[in-house]
């Protein structure tokens, strides 16, 4: 059965639709975050951050480090949660979980039959056996989104956008679907349509390298996706003497605050259950509102008082979205999508559409405007 994947050379061009991924196994847990900051206590200043770092039994060290190309990202957020292929989003005690969609095995039977046919590009004998899917099994979006590359690839935009159309219908929460709806409606000119699909699968699926690849090929479209704004200079973790504070002294001083509240974190349980109500050490935005607000507070400082000489611009352009009251959004984005790519499934309908919001306010720009 053909899993929803672009084959790297597919990407680069408008007219490109799925081909094969192998499906990595969803353990039990999930990441989890918090939705809205409701009664959460007040962040702690840097100063006031630095002088529980001074009075506690913990050894903190402060360690000069250069950082990675990218930041510590990978280091402080590592993936924990794998990619579910398929993706059902059930309801259970309030809590939406992810799992995967259920394929009955008639129509997968008829989905591998088919495949050998849209390799060898019969998409009119592709069709009629996704045609046959459908009927089979009307309310699996599987067999729609295959029998609309069958159409898309024949040249047919208007029929595949139908069936793309269709499968969103039956589940929404599939991002390669909306990616391939907004490339049927862009290949029909309707480039304002394509822009909110677009926008709906990043949305959903925030580092979906595919669609990423897709727009830095395709410059005729006039639109970029920007990197990431959240590139951290600082970081913290565990060593034998206590916790090790690490800091790029050739980056904004900022992110010296950031890493001494990630050591908070890491050092003092009680700041963690009093900020959270738990001291397990997952993700959660409170932690990472927390410690960027840190970040942006001496930022702002060193601005005012004139020292801009090792300004960081991302930061720059993260207080304009903290400013905006996006900032949660962006932590979910750039930071929950990367210890969970499928956060946003596990989100409640208003703060996914706010999410979309983000994505086409800061993320999916005009070329040569906000993008770079």
């Not at 847990?29 to 770092?53: C, D, F, G, H, M």
């Not at 300004?311 to 304009?320: C, N």
């Amino acid at each position: 059965m053909r899993q929803f994947i672009f084959v790297l050379g597919c990407a680069s061009v408008l007219g490109c639709a799925s081909t094969p991924k192998p499906v990595p196994a969803a353990p039990p847990e999930a990441a989890r975050t918090s939705q809205a900051e409701q009664e959460t206590p007040e962040y702690l200043s840097p100063s006031e951050i630095i002088k529980v770092l001074e009075d506690s039994k913990v050894a903190y060290r402060v360690d000069g480090k250069d950082s990675p190309p990218g930041g510590w990202g990978d280091q402080l957020w590592p993936q924990r949660v794998a990619l579910i292929d398929v993706p059902q989003v059930v309801v259970e005690g309030g809590r939406r979980t992810i799992r995967e969609w259920p394929t009955p095995t008639g129509l997968k039977a008829l989905l591998d039959e088919a495949e050998p046919h849209f390799q060898a590009k019969r998409y009119d004998e592709a069709a009629k056996l996704y045609a046959q899917a459908t009927e089979l099994c009307p309310d699996c979006y599987v067999g729609w989104v295959f029998r609309g590359d069958a159409d898309y690839f024949a040249g047919d935009a208007a029929t595949a956008l139908a069936h793309y159309r269709h499968a969103t219908t039956l589940n929404p929460y599939d991002h390669r679907t909306w990616f391939f709806q907004g490339n049927a409606l862009a290949k029909l000119g309707r480039f304002e349509e394509a822009l909110d699909s677009w926008a709906q699968c990043l949305a959903l699926s925030p580092r979906y390298p595919v669609i990423r690849q897709f727009f830095r090929a395709n410059a005729h479209l006039g639109l970029v996706i920007r990197g990431d704004t959240i590139v951290p200079r600082g970081y913290a973790e565990r060593d034998a003497e206590g916790v090790s504070i690490q800091f790029d002294p050739n980056h904004d001083p900022a992110w010296l605050a950031f890493a001494n509240c990630k050591a908070l974190w890491l050092g003092e349980p009680s700041h963690r259950r009093e900020m959270t109500g738990s001291t397990e050490e997952q993700f959660t935005s409170v932690e990472e509102m927390e410690c960027l607000a840190s970040a942006l507070a001496v930022h702002e400082g060193q601005k005012a008082a004139g020292n801009t000489d090792a300004s960081d611009p991302t930061l720059d352009r993260l207080f304009a979205i903290a400013q905006e009251g996006l900032l949660l959004e962006a932590v979910l984005f750039e930071v929950g999508a990367r210890v969970h790519p499928q956060i946003a499934l596990t989100l409640e309908d208003e703060l996914r559409q706010r999410l979309k919001k983000y994505v086409l306010m800061h993320v999916l720009v005009p070329a040569g405007g906000r993008g770079g």
